[in-house]
């Protein structure tokens, strides 16, 4: 490929984020040894495990076309319900308990956006505030917290290593690769593509677009579940707010993976890259000696850079021709 | 009347309709289950329920202009923040001190700007870049949540100024401060968005943004300018809201920008844009607040409003679709 002006752009909307999060890695290392520490490493993907399970969930809503704003009430939800369910019922009954609640809750969602149509950003608008609702109902509004903390395998999950490597790091690649090859290598995830590019199209090609939007809901009802899980395992005890906020963290993780929230586009490895980013930066910015609230400002600017690449790519002009 | 304007008017009547069975309900039922012996309907209560929803429903107000223009804002709960700490800790400075009660209006002054500033960074990017408003303000709730800590640190910043508070509290008419100033924000932007060229013109963009560009309209400047004044506005329900309580955590305003949309859908405004009214959210603030204080008035715990508020939102939803559809199939015949 001769290296043209316009090739390097392409290029560099194309692959923008990975280029970005090179840079970042390579300047961070070279400002501070520590950056590239094994432990360091793994202490960043380890605690970006519980969004990063999220984000791939919310990358499937969203290819789709659609959006997912109740991702952290459920997470909250999920993490309540275990958490409650471990002391009455023992873990191991506890934990198929809580996915099958949880699946509920995304079922509903999928039941609403998918087959009645709704639109989605008012329907899980709606579910947060909901599910949050419930969560209270369900802990009477008090903090969770297992009797027996030392005697339980339930930490397992978010505690132990396996094979020298954190169980969180763990379930979030084998989830991913799975995940990432559902939506590459299935003709649900093309499909997937097909009802977020088009759906009118896809509609007449024959697609079930409502039932391929309901299972995009209950893929991210999934994710959910093992979110609030490891979140469950790693603490033993949480407060009934423990995942809010994070619905549009975990949105900016999948935006800045390059996902369209017009839909049809977007992966689940750059959905990864996305979150692996926030999780480094915040983390760099701190090695470096930066107050924590830089991260915030700095991602703001990434956000909003990443996006904007895209968009200028795509129409062929740096600047909006809106007058 | 056409049968256009006989649907608009059913879906404007619609949510007030719903505050006067909410009222009827928990005047009827509410006082057989209550836990005090005040009646629901009692003047003071409902004084104090437009004095509560003030702080989101100057936001809300604000938020249908975006929403009409076919834009949304999920940064104002973070400009919210922000501008109560410029009012708070701006109070503090020396030269201001020196000032005696005129470093209010002055500190007020520099709250509002920066809420005018934030909103028009947010406004220009949105115009400039062509990015959709809802990535624009998703990182700058995350951006201006940053600056917040900037200014503040993670300690709450607290600076009571007696005047102020005596402002604040103050009853005109039997009306609270902030309820004149959010009826009065109603006032003036049902004005702007009826009578003037910005409104008729934000509609039109809304509805069809390739139709008002080919008839001409610069869009651009209107989404700029209307950047602006919901920022403006945020600034402003922090101002009525902190004058009193005087005191800021660097959280607050944290999931303002989504009971602000709560509140908006529920007046009937369209998320797609071109068709909503000021006067509709207003009704959509009062009916939340009013099932807050109703759901508390019958011994409800706070838990049950969430629930009850997001089911109700998807409920308005499924009506809504319902009511879109009939219209489609009168049409057809």
């Given at each position: 490929?001769?290296?043209?002006?316009?090739?390097?752009?392409?290029?560099?909307a194309?692959?923008?984020?990975?280029?970005?999060?090179?840079?970042?890695?390579?300047?961070?290392?070279?400002?501070?040894?520590?950056f590239?520490?094994?432990?360091?490493?793994?202490?960043?993907?380890?605690?970006?495990?519980?969004?990063?399970?999220?984000?791939?969930?919310?990358?499937?809503?969203?290819?789709?076309?659609?959006?997912?704003?109740?991702?952290?009430?459920?997470?909250?939800?999920?993490?309540?319900?275990?958490?409650?369910l471990?002391?009455?019922?023992?873990?191991?009954?506890?934990?198929?308990?809580?996915?099958?609640?949880?699946?509920?809750?995304g079922?509903?969602?999928?039941?609403?956006v998918?087959?009645?149509?709704?639109?989605?950003?008012?329907?899980?608008?709606?579910?947060?505030?909901?599910?949050?609702?419930?969560?209270?109902?369900?802990?009477?509004?008090?903090?969770?917290?297992?009797?027996?903390?030392?005697?339980?395998?339930?930490?397992?999950?978010?505690?132990?290593?396996?094979?020298?490597?954190?169980?969180?790091?763990?379930?979030?690649?084998?989830?991913?690769?799975?995940?990432?090859?559902?939506?590459?290598?299935?003709?649900?995830?093309?499909?997937?593509?097909?009802?977020?590019?088009?759906?009118q199209?896809?509609?007449?090609?024959?697609?079930?677009?409502?039932?391929?939007?309901?299972?995009?809901?209950?893929?991210?009802?999934?994710?959910?579940?093992?979110?609030?899980?490891?979140?469950?395992?790693?603490?033993?005890?949480?407060?009934?707010?423990?995942?809010?906020?994070?619905?549009?963290?975990?949105?900016?993780a999948?935006?800045?993976?390059?996902?369209?929230?017009?839909?049809?586009?977007?992966?689940?490895?750059?959905?990864?890259?996305?979150?692996?980013i926030?999780?480094?930066?915040?983390?760099?910015?701190?090695?470096?000696?930066?107050?924590?609230?830089?991260?915030?400002?700095?991602?703001?600017?990434?956000?909003?850079?990443?996006?904007?690449?895209?968009?200028?790519?795509k129409?062929?002009?740096?600047?909006?021709?809106?007058? | 009347?056409?049968?256009?304007?006989?649907?608009?008017?059913?879906?404007?009547?619609?949510?007030?309709?719903?505050?006067?069975?909410?009222?009827?309900?928990?005047?009827?039922?509410?006082?057989?289950?209550?836990?005090?012996?005040?009646?629901?309907?009692?003047?003071?209560?409902?004084?104090?329920?437009?004095?509560?929803?003030?702080?989101?429903?100057?936001?809300?107000?604000?938020?249908?202009?975006?929403?009409?223009?076919g834009?949304i804002?999920?940064?104002?709960?973070?400009?919210?923040a922000?501008?109560?700490?410029?009012l708070?800790?701006?109070?503090?400075?020396?030269?201001?001190?020196?000032?005696?009660?005129?470093?209010?209006?002055?500190?007020?002054?520099?709250?509002?700007?920066?809420?005018?500033?934030?909103?028009?960074?947010?406004?220009l990017?949105?115009?400039?870049?062509?990015?959709?408003?809802?990535?624009?303000?998703?990182?700058?709730?995350?951006?201006?949540?940053?600056?917040?800590?900037?200014?503040?640190?993670?300690?709450p910043?607290?600076?009571?100024?007696?005047?102020?508070?005596?402002?604040?509290?103050?009853?005109?008419?039997?009306?609270?401060?902030?309820?004149?100033?959010?009826?009065?924000?109603?006032?003036?932007?049902?004005?702007l968005?009826?009578?003037?060229?910005?409104?008729r013109?934000?509609?039109?963009?809304?509805?069809?943004?390739?139709?008002?560009v080919?008839?001409g309209?610069?869009?651009?400047?209107?989404?700029?300018?209307?950047?602006?004044?919901?920022?403006?506005?945020?600034?402003?329900?922090?101002?009525?809201?902190?004058?009193e309580?005087?005191s800021?955590?660097?959280?607050?305003?944290?999931?303002?920008?989504?009971?602000?949309?709560?509140?908006?859908?529920?007046?009937?405004?369209?998320?797609?844009?071109?068709?909503?009214?000021?006067?509709?959210?207003?009704?959509?603030?009062?009916?939340?607040?009013?099932?807050?204080k109703?759901?508390?008035?019958?011994?409800?715990?706070?838990?049950?409003?969430?629930?009850?508020?997001?089911?109700?939102?998807?409920?308005?939803?499924?009506?809504?679709?319902?009511?879109?559809?009939?219209?489609?199939?009168?049409?057809?015949?």
């Open positions: 490929m001769k290296l043209t002006k316009q090739s390097v752009g392409t290029f560099l194309k692959q923008g984020i990975l280029v970005a999060f090179a840079v970042f890695m390579i300047g961070f290392a070279l400002a501070n040894q520590r590239i520490d094994i432990d360091n490493i793994a202490g960043v993907i380890r605690s970006s495990a519980i969004l990063g399970v999220m984000a791939l969930g919310v990358t499937f809503v969203v290819i789709g076309g659609n959006l997912d704003l109740s991702v952290g009430s459920m997470m909250s939800f999920s993490t309540i319900v275990v958490l409650d471990h002391d009455k019922i023992g873990p191991a009954l506890a934990i198929p308990a809580m996915f099958g609640l949880t699946l509920l809750l079922a509903f969602i999928g039941f609403l998918g087959y009645l149509k709704l639109n989605s950003l008012i329907v899980t608008l709606g579910m947060l505030s909901a599910i949050h609702g419930l969560t209270l109902t369900w802990s009477g509004g008090k903090n969770m917290d297992i009797a027996d903390k030392s005697g339980t395998w339930f930490s397992v999950f978010g505690q132990d290593r396996l094979l020298g490597i954190p169980m969180p790091i763990l379930i979030f690649a084998l989830l991913a690769a799975i995940l990432g090859l559902v939506m590459a290598k299935t003709p649900f995830g093309r499909k997937v593509y097909a009802v977020g590019g088009n759906g199209a896809a509609t007449f090609s024959g697609i079930p677009r409502a039932r391929i939007v309901f299972f995009t809901y209950l893929v991210s009802a999934f994710c959910v579940a093992t979110a609030g899980l490891l979140q469950a395992s790693r603490s033993l005890g949480s407060q009934n707010t423990v995942g809010q906020g994070m619905e549009l963290e975990v949105l900016a999948v935006i800045l993976g390059g996902a369209s929230l017009l839909g049809g586009s977007g992966t689940i490895f750059k959905t990864v890259i996305g979150v692996l926030l999780g480094f930066i915040q983390n760099g910015l701190l090695l470096v000696g930066l107050d924590f609230y830089v991260q915030y400002i700095v991602t703001w600017a990434i956000i909003i850079l990443a996006v904007w690449l895209d968009v200028a790519a129409r062929g002009s740096l600047w909006s021709p809106i007058a | 009347m056409t049968p256009d304007k006989r649907k608009d008017l059913l879906k404007m009547s619609a949510i007030w309709a719903f505050i006067l069975v909410e009222l009827a309900f928990f005047s009827i039922i509410g006082d057989r289950l209550s836990v005090s012996d005040k009646a629901f309907m009692d003047f003071e209560n409902m004084l104090l329920l437009l004095k509560q929803s003030a702080p989101i429903g100057i936001i809300a107000l604000g938020m249908t202009v975006i929403m009409i223009n834009n804002d999920l940064s104002v709960g973070a400009t919210f922000l501008a109560a700490i410029v708070l800790e701006s109070m503090t400075w020396p030269f201001m001190q020196t000032l005696g009660d005129w470093a209010i209006p002055l500190a007020w002054l520099f709250a509002l700007l920066t809420g005018v500033a934030m909103g028009a960074i947010n406004g990017i949105v115009w400039k870049t062509g990015v959709d408003a809802f990535i624009v303000t998703l990182g700058a709730m995350l951006g201006f949540r940053g600056l917040v800590f900037m200014f503040n640190g993670e300690q910043t607290s600076h009571l100024n007696w005047t102020l508070v005596d402002f604040a509290e103050a009853q005109f008419l039997g009306l609270h401060t902030a309820t004149w100033f959010l009826l009065a924000t109603a006032l003036l932007l049902w004005l968005m009826t009578k003037t060229v910005h409104g013109n934000a509609y039109a963009i809304g509805n069809n943004r390739e139709a008002a080919n008839a309209i610069r869009v651009g400047p209107h989404f700029l300018l209307n950047f602006m004044l919901i920022g403006f506005l945020a600034a402003l329900s922090a101002v009525v809201f902190y004058s309580s005087g800021v955590n660097p959280n607050d305003g944290m999931l303002y920008e989504l009971w602000a949309i709560t509140a908006v859908v529920l007046g009937g405004t369209k998320l797609a844009g071109g068709y909503g009214s000021i006067i509709s959210t207003l009704g959509g603030v009062i009916a939340i607040q009013l099932l807050r109703g759901l508390g008035h019958v011994g409800a715990d706070t838990q049950t409003v969430n629930l009850v508020i997001g089911l109700i939102l998807i409920a308005v939803l499924i009506l809504d679709r319902q009511l879109n559809r009939k219209g489609q199939e009168e049409l057809k015949i």
